[in-house]
């Protein structure tokens, strides 16, 4: 179950930071191509002035476009999104209206909403299959979707050799391995370098795998942070205590850090605050240190912002350090 761990981990890492690099050259809007009208047919003269600037649109449509943009300049992100799904109603082929709504979905890490609208764009707007294709591939990437992305980008990426089609197909092929491979377990003891009399709890494997961390419940009492080196031959070095701080004679368990090493987050219990609101029984922590050979920092508390005078514990760190996940039992936990 380690390995498994640790190889998901290092693909999902790898392919994370391969699609950092191509989100920031993908948020460019989509440029509209222009057909010109047969010039026989007087309904289209106007039409041909219309479209001479692409970024023209039904008046309506261009209105709530602005409206749009301006709120989602302001951080009002969900009213920004609907509004723009207004210019869309207003205007079906508004591909600017579809870049736009379509890349805040996808800075929003909502990319199931990101591939409905570059889905759409593709069907609606003149020419839109190949000038979203590559928004919409990227948006299948990052909703675990690479299969599809894939035949996205072999159908109109394929004469591009070096840019980012080229970078989007390997992150893709990556993907469909990784996702697509039998993992067979074996269970096997650490050996006496990790294990202990004492119960051993919540392995953590370092993103570069060359550290081990975990929890030991010394003399079957006082939780505190445990850390192994790699060795050279495959195995791990004799654990050693993580040291004062982070553990105190507290009870201090399941960590979890940051991809860069400089968080670490963890459970700490036995705290009550005076107020009764900003500690509970079983509160996040964290501690922070400059560079990966200093020593940690003292605890802090995270504070009513997320703590409660519940149980929060269990943290999980995304690997954009974004967002983080607990576990707790306040009302709705």
Not at 135 to 156: C, D, F, H, K, V
Not at 249 to 270: I, L, W
Not at 311 to 324: F, I, Q, V, W
Request: hydrophobic share 35%; proline share 5%.
């Amino acid at each position: 179950m380690q390995l498994r761990y640790i190889l998901s981990t290092l693909a999902f890492l790898w392919a994370n930071c391969a699609f950092a690099q191509s989100a920031a050259r993908a948020t460019q809007e989509v440029k509209v191509p222009y057909t010109k009208p047969v010039p026989d047919d007087p309904r289209n003269k106007a039409k041909a002035v219309e479209h001479e600037n692409p970024f023209r649109a039904e008046k309506g449509a261009k209105k709530l476009y602005n409206k749009a943009t301006e709120l989602f300049r302001k951080g009002k992100h969900e009213e920004a999104c609907t509004t723009m799904k207004q210019a869309i109603s207003a205007d079906p082929s508004y591909a600017y209206a579809y870049s736009s709504l379509g890349e805040w979905y996808f800075k929003l890490r909502k990319y199931d909403q990101a591939v409905d609208v570059f889905r759409s764009a593709s069907s609606r707007c003149k020419n839109g299959q190949k000038d979203f294709a590559r928004p919409l591939a990227r948006s299948l990437l990052y909703n675990q979707s690479p299969g599809e992305a894939l035949a996205l980008i072999n159908t109109y990426g394929g004469d591009d050799k070096t840019g980012e089609w080229r970078l989007l197909k390997e992150q893709s092929q990556f993907m469909l391995t990784a996702l697509g491979k039998v993992w067979r377990d074996t269970v096997e003891h650490m050996g006496v370098r990790i294990n202990s009399p004492y119960p051993e709890l919540y392995p953590y494997v370092t993103a570069d795998t060359q550290t081990l961390h975990f929890t030991r419940r010394v003399k079957g009492m006082d939780e505190d942070f445990f850390f192994a080196k790699a060795d050279s031959c495959g195995g791990w070095f004799a654990a050693l205590n993580l040291g004062n701080p982070p553990n105190t004679p507290n009870h201090e368990y399941a960590q979890t850090f940051s991809v860069d090493g400089h968080y670490m987050f963890y459970t700490k219990c036995d705290n009550r605050s005076d107020n009764g609101w900003d500690k509970g029984g079983c509160d996040l922590y964290m501690s922070f240190r400059k560079d990966t050979a200093d020593e940690w920092s003292a605890p802090e508390n995270f504070g009513a912002t997320i703590n409660s005078p519940g149980y929060e514990g269990m943290a999980c760190l995304s690997p954009d350090n974004r967002e983080l996940y607990f576990v707790s039992d306040r009302e709705g936990g």
